[in-house]
């Protein structure tokens, strides 16, 4: 079930910090308060006002609350990335508080959370509306990256005709595709295979238009461990500040080499 689009952000205020800052005029957003999403934002959102969007009311408050007590600006919004409603209001929700500089997007499910269905709703499609809807309102200067997967470049990779699909089609055809439909792909491991090189296609796709605007848009695919994230806690900090460093300062690769593309890098 979908939340609602217009769901209000909230400013979120520390219970023992008196508020006395003056909110910054350029704004991150973090989409997916998870371990990493949230190390990343603790470097790529000093000096700006910290938007933060999560599915999960209870985990947003609580990853807000402890980003405020840091001495973050943080205002809260829940959206639901597999809607492209609530994207696309969060996305104007954020330009209504500033200049949008940075876009961080880590939400997603896994292979052991989901069902292949809810999977490609909101690791691959979800994607691809955050990377729409945020190439509309992304300053010039402006920044984003994809936390995508490994699992993208595993297997035997896919035709170029279905890649081509993937990286290309408009929203309304993405949605459409056959080989996306609910009965389509059998089970949760090979929905997140696909989601994720859907992911990296989308991404080197979708800098022509970022870079239109003056931005860039990237995608990261972490390292494999083996371990639950709960059990690397260390090196998600670790990890995240060294993609913080990658979003300030990595240029964009945009659709050079995707099948069928023209791009340029």
């Known amino acids: 079930m979908s939340r609602r689009a217009d769901h209000p952000i909230q400013h979120h205020v520390h219970p023992h910090i008196k508020e006395e800052s003056v909110m910054s005029d350029t704004v991150t957003v973090l989409i997916g308060t998870g371990s990493i999403g949230a190390a990343i934002a603790r470097r790529a959102a000093v000096g700006h006002t910290l938007l933060l969007a999560d599915y999960n009311e209870a985990q947003l408050a609580a990853v807000a609350d402890q980003l405020q007590g840091e001495g973050y600006d943080v205002e809260t919004r829940v959206v639901d990335v597999s809607d ?11 330009a209504s508080l500033g200049d ?3 876009v961080i997007h880590a939400a997603g499910v896994s292979p052991t959370q989901a069902a292949p269905e809810r999977i490609v ?3 691959l499609f979800g994607t691809a509306y955050v990377l729409d809807a945020f190439a509309d309102v992304v300053a010039e200067g402006g920044s984003g990256v994809v936390i995508a997967s490994q699992a993208g470049h595993m297997g035997q990779g896919f035709g170029a005709e279905l890649e081509n699909k993937l990286a290309y089609s408009p929203i309304e055809e993405l949605v459409a595709l056959p080989e996306l439909a609910d009965d389509a792909i059998d089970d949760s491991g090979s929905a997140y295979v696909i989601a994720k090189r859907a992911n990296a296609l989308r991404v080197q796709a979708a800098a022509l238009a970022w870079g239109e605007r003056g931005a860039r848009i990237n995608f990261h695919s972490g390292p494999r461990t083996g371990r639950r994230l709960s059990e690397y806690a260390p090196e998600c900090c670790w990890h995240g500040c060294r993609v913080a460093h990658w979003v300030a300062h990595r240029p964009a690769r945009a659709a050079h080499g995707l099948p069928g593309s023209a791009g340029t890098s």
């Open 121 to 123: 709703h909101v690791d």
């Open 84 to 94: 492209r409603a609530s994207v696309a209001a969060l996305a104007d929700a954020a």
């Open 100 to 102: 949008v500089v940075r």
